[in-house]
Structures are given as structure tokens and as C-alpha cells.
């Protein structure tokens, strides 16, 4: 049986497991996005926090991604669950093109820009959310799609802690040896981190200020 | 000039320094005062300080010792926002957000100080009109000028709360010279009209004789003299002789242009 016909007979379960997928990274993407861009801010203003709070998303980076989801499983509340914890492993992974992009987005503006908007008696705050944000949006976005891209992929991983998503096909195929099955969870995948890329480059052009 | 005793200084610098958290000094001991309505210009070299002098009236740095008073107050005492409200500030080319309309960066003043609306619509059509700018201009962005639109976008900006004190720092500077002339001589007109009392940076002998009353010859961080513009083609200071035969013969035909 090729992997079009696995398909065709088994489109709700692969519909399901692919809105599942969709969720795991929807929803780290977006709780990503809720930390990581005010965590960004934060250390543009105060910049001793620079150092600590990028290193320790680096750090969280080169955990490997079945060992996080190994180490996250005592944690109350989130490790009685597969999905929560999936979805905490997979905000934590995406956190840092976040906090970097609003970083270096931020940092990137035009000291002269930002020095003639306090010269005419702009506050830091509005400094920030008139000038500063709206500048370094297109890099900020560019983060989310880095971001997103990668939780597609790591969600796969998701499946082996039993949170669902895509990687079920991967991980009961490579049991089966069955490239039709790990093909059904693969390709489904494939295109859905293309078209986050896709979609978010878009919107990464249109607020491009140039 | 009229520097008289009973005309109260708008700006006054009392034995101002300025020092770089390295120790560095940038200003040493400055004193001058400012006068209501006058154009003082700051003239000297990259690194001679005028930069510096011209960012510690709006609090854009502190002084390390001494104080500086606008309205007779120590800036240290104004609210920093307020105080810098009053001031029109007018940078050289990149001061304007590449992300407003020419309407919206004119209006950014009032906009923060809550005028209603048509308000600020009917400020920036009067400030387009004042710096000879086309009604149609205001919805474009700043890339979409030339670089002599874009400083009267500029200069029309700093005026849009009408503002006593105007600081100016090379603010023609990255022009062409045709265009540069241009706006020095629509400056003259408009400040005939305004009357503001305008602090000006420039490296420039020329301009600096063309629209200065007075003029403030800085280096290394110091002020050497303060001069009008007659006094100053012809002072025997050694460095405002060095700096006269810099620019050359001519002087004294650009005095002329600059006092219609």
C-alpha cells in the first residue's frame, strides 16, 4: 500500500492528528510569543539581564528534545498530561528567536531616530509602542517564523511522550518498518512548516519599513 | 549686541562640565548666556563640544558639574518631558520616523500633548504652508522626499507646539549647497517672522556668519569667544583667524547677504 492510499483510507485520522499537530504548535508558538517578545523588551531596558536571559534560552536549545520532554514529566500539573507538556517543551524551544529577534529588532532601530523622538519629549513608553516596536516588527515576525518552523518539526518528537500530532505516523511506522506510514506523518508536516514559512514571510515583507 | 543686562538670559550655561562616565571630558567649564530671539550659533569642529553644549539644554545629557537654566530655571528641576516639549529640536537628516506620514511626524508634538484631531490637521497644513511645502506632501513618507523637503519636514516639526527655544544641529548639513542656500535663506525669513530663540550647531564659517547674531567659537571642548558676526571677520583671536583663513576670502560679501 503506497502513502496516497494510506491516506485516502485513513483521511479523518490523519485530519485529526494533523489539527492536533496544529495545536501543539499553535499554541507554543503563541505562549512563545506572550514571553519571549516582553522578555526581549525587558532586556533592551535593562541590560545586565542581557546575558543571563539569552544564555539561559540558549542553554535550553541544546537540551536534546526527547530529554526535555524526559526531564519537564515530574513538573505538577503539566507533567499529568502529554500535550501540556509537550506544549511547554515546544515554548521553551521557541523562546529564543523570540527574545533575540525583539532583541536585535529593537537594537537595530536608529539611535537618532530613537534620540529625536526623547528630544521632542517622547516617554520610554511611547518611544517603545510608537517607534521603537513598529520598527523592529519585521524582524520580531521574522523570529515567530523561525520559531514556528521549528516547533513543526520538534512536534513530531511530541508523539513519543503520547501527545499526539503527526509523529504518531512517524514513531508507528518506524515500529511497522513502513515508509508509507512514517511518509503519511512526514509529508503532512512538511507542508505545514512550508506554509508557515511561506505565510509568514509574506507578512515579515509587508511590515519590512523599507 | 543687545545683550543688556535687563533682558533676562533664555539659556544660561554657569561653569558647565561634561564628563564621559571614563572620565573623558567633553565641555569644561562653560558660562555663556542666550538671549530671547536671538540666533546663536555654536560653531567649532567634530569633537569640539557644540553637539554636547546643544544636548544639555534639552536633558539629553546632564552636566557633570555646574547648571544650566532655561527660563531661569535649572534644567535639572524641570520635568524632563515638559521641558523637552517646549524645545524644538531639529537633527541633521534622520531625525524624521521613516514609518509616519509627513503629517503624522508634524503632528507628533501635539499628538502626545492630546490636541484634538482637526487641530493638528489644521497645524500641519499652516506649518506646510510656513515652510513653503506643498498641502498634497503630507500624506507621502519620508523616503519619498528630497532631502531639502525632508529638513522642512523637519523644521516644521520642531515648531509644531510653537516652541520659544529652536536647538539646530547641522540641520543643513547633509544638503546639497544650492539647496542648503536655499533654506538658509527661507530660515532668515522665517525667523523674522518668529522671532524664536534658536541655539544653532554648524562647522560651517559661512552659514554661521550668514545666520548667526551671535556666534560661539568652541574647541576641545572649550569656548574660546563669543562674537557677532562683524566682531568676527574681524577678531585677532589666533583661532578665529585660523578658522577665517580655512574658509577663505568672501567673508565679508556673505556678512552682507546675511543681514537683509
Not at chain 1, 521549528?150 to 505516523?169: C, M
Not at chain 1, 503519511?184 to 511561506?198: H, K, N, Q, S
Not at chain 2, 545683550?3 to 538670559?9: L, R
Not at chain 2, 521613516?98 to 493638528?120: A, K, Q, Y
Request: with cysteine; glycine share 8%.
Amino acid at each position: 500500500m503506497n502513502v496516497w492510499q494510506f491516506m485516502l483510507e485513513n483521511h479523518s485520522e490523519v485530519l485529526e492528528l494533523t489539527l492536533e499537530h496544529l495545536w501543539l504548535v499553535g499554541v507554543s508558538t503563541l505562549l512563545a510569543v506572550l514571553i519571549g517578545i516582553p522578555l526581549g523588551i525587558l532586556i533592551t531596558r535593562w541590560p545586565a539581564l542581557n546575558k543571563p536571559v539569552l544564555g539561559g534560552a540558549n542553554i535550553i536549545q541544546t537540551i536534546p528534545s526527547l530529554a526535555l520532554f524526559g526531564f519537564l514529566l515530574p513538573a505538577p500539573w503539566i507533567g499529568a498530561r502529554a500535550d501540556r507538556l509537550a506544549i511547554l517543551a515546544l515554548t521553551l524551544y521557541a523562546l529564543l528567536p523570540l527574545i533575540r529577534n525583539t532583541f536585535t529588532g529593537i537594537k537595530g532601530v536608529d539611535p537618532a531616530i530613537t534620540e529625536a523622538g526623547r528630544g521632542m519629549g517622547m516617554t520610554d513608553r511611547q518611544i517603545l509602542f510608537q517607534v521603537e516596536l513598529p520598527l523592529a516588527l519585521s524582524v520580531i515576525v521574522a523570529g515567530i517564523r523561525v520559531a514556528a518552523v521549528i516547533s513543526v518539526g520538534l512536534a513530531t518528537i511530541a508523539a513519543a511522550i503520547g501527545a499526539g500530532g503527526l509523529g504518531e505516523y512517524i514513531f508507528r511506522g518506524l515500529a511497522m518498518v513502513n515508509d508509507s506510514v512514517i511518509l503519511a506523518g512526514a509529508i503532512p508536516a512538511a507542508i505545514m512548516a512550508l506554509l508557515a514559512d511561506f505565510s509568514l514571510g509574506l507578512l515579515e515583507k509587508r511590515l519590512s519599513p523599507s | 549686541m543687545d545683550a543688556s543686562s535687563n533682558n533676562p538670559a533664555a539659556i544660561e550655561f554657569r561653569d558647565v562640565s561634561y564628563r564621559l562616565p571614563d572620565g573623558h571630558e567633553l565641555l569644561r567649564d562653560l558660562s555663556l548666556k542666550i538671549f530671547r530671539g536671538e540666533t546663536f550659533v555654536l560653531l567649532g569642529r567634530s569633537g569640539s563640544g557644540k553637539t554636547t553644549t546643544l544636548k544639555l539644554i534639552n536633558r539629553l545629557l546632564a552636566a557633570s558639574t555646574g547648571e544650566v537654566c532655561v527660563a531661569q530655571r535649572p534644567v535639572a528641576e524641570w520635568d524632563v518631558i515638559r521641558l523637552r516639549r517646549g524645545i524644538g529640536y531639529v537633527i541633521q537628516d534622520v531625525g524624521l520616523f521613516p514609518h509616519f506620514t509627513v503629517e503624522r511626524n508634524i503632528g507628533l508634538v501635539p499628538r502626545i500633548e492630546d490636541w484634538p484631531p482637526d487641530r493638528i490637521h489644521a497645524r500641519v497644513q499652516e506649518l506646510l504652508q510656513l515652510v513653503g511645502l506643498e498641502p498634497s506632501i503630507a500624506s507621502r513618507y519620508p523616503r519619498e522626499l528630497s532631502g531639502g523637503q525632508r529638513q522642512r519636514v523637519g523644521v516644521a516639526r520642531a515648531l509644531a507646539a510653537d516652541p520659544l527655544l529652536l536647538l539646530m544641529d547641522e540641520p543643513f548639513g547633509a544638503l546639497d549647497p544650492i539647496t542648503r542656500a536655499e533654506l538658509q535663506r527661507e530660515f532668515l525669513a522665517l525667523q523674522q517672522r518668529l522671532h524664536k530663540t534658536v541655539v544653532f550647531v554648524t562647522h560651517d564659517l559661512r552659514e554661521a556668519l550668514l545666520l548667526g547674531t551671535r556666534i560661539a567659537l568652541m574647541e576641545s571642548g572649550r569656548l574660546i569667544t563669543v562674537h557677532t558676526p562683524q566682531e568676527f571677520v574681524h577678531s585677532t583671536e589666533p583661532l578665529v583667524k585660523a578658522y577665517l583663513e580655512a574658509f577663505g576670502t568672501g567673508l565679508e560679501t556673505q556678512l552682507k547677504r546675511g543681514r537683509p
